[in-house]
């Protein structure tokens, strides 16, 4: 039997039974486009998140108040603290020898104003060096003017949405608004740029941190971000600040710092382990897959015997005709893993597309599925195959209820 005899057996035996093959090719299908679309997304979401954090410069760290006494536990990112971390402290972290950059962060929200327009607003007090940390870039007009931390100013940053639903098409450069019981001056609105780490900068105001304390009453700060000169200095710069903290807080390290690398591990670590996980989910609909092959060609031998027993009276042997049957299994599983990888790589191009965030599935998730799909076929047709290889010519051509 030549290679394109068999292919023609295989064909003819899809075709003999249309809605047979076409079950199958659906069930395949839907196996290796759940890996792809569920490795593409989990992909999507390592990148997106690792891309935000990489927004704050390797050389970057975080001091959040409160300590996380339990390995392994979220940071106490919401504030809440047995001792503020205040201006003073940011100011004494500002003055160790490595540390380029202190941005003291306060953050509230409140309704702004200007003539009858008015909506709720996330307003972030900071300074000058905020906008060097976070990246930030003004479209036009000036960042917040280079104050001391404790000095409060009438003056704000808006950003571009903002601006737009505040001030309509006018200028806003120079322009009064209110927010809360405080107006400030319009000097400069940001890029666009959109959220990043939980903060939607088009929808932002940012005023100096002293102005933000005295206009939501509060001294205590949310976090300070501290700039090192070098990532050969952030380890000795964790050590200077914890030791500052340590002594202005009466001796106790009541202060969570974590890094910017600490952050991309750990993160880069949990959504690898989630890809896998779900990956691992979505290989399951192929072993389902299989299964069903197996049944189908269970049944498939059992309807074609007197095929099967033509095949050997004319010389077939008995590795041809499993052969038959493996291939029919396998010709299935290939054009449906590829039928599956091209709808999961177009969903995951209008993913891409609509949503503007990196959703790709990897080559090992591509490769995965077509081996596993390939994989199953041959492991669960090799059986019913087997058994129709071992069939005897005359057994097989024996009509039904007759006798030998």
Known sequence: MRGIDALGLWLGALRGHGSRSAMLLLAIGIGVLAVILLTGLGEGARSYVLSEFALLGRNTLIILPGRNETSGGMPPITGMAPRDLTVQDAQAIGR????????????????VSVDNRSREALIVGSTREFFAIRQLEVAHGQPLPALDPGQADAVCVIGARLRRELFGARPALGEWLRAGDRRFRVIGILAERGESLGMDFAELLIIPVASAQ?????????????????????????QQILATLKARHEGKEDVTLISQDSMLVAFNDILATLTLAVSGIAAISLLVAGILIMNVTWISVSQRTAEIGLLKAIGATAGQVRLLFLGEALLLALVGALGGLLLGEGALWLGREAL????????????????????????FAWLPASRAAAMAPVVALRPAGGTR
Not at 96 to 111: D, E, K, N, S
Not at 356 to 379: D, I, K, M, N, T
């Open 214 to 238: 005295a206009l939501f009453d509060r001294e205590g700060l949310l976090r300070v971000f501290v700039e090192v000169r070098g990532p050969a200095f952030l380890a000795i710069s964790r």
């Open 96 to 111: 160790l020898p490595h540390v380029w950059r202190v941005a003291p962060l306060q953050v509230g929200q409140a309704q």
């Open 356 to 379: 503007h965030v990196g959703f790709y599935a990897p080559w090992w998730a591509r490769l995965s599925g077509l081996a596993l799909a390939l994989f199953c076929a041959l492991l």
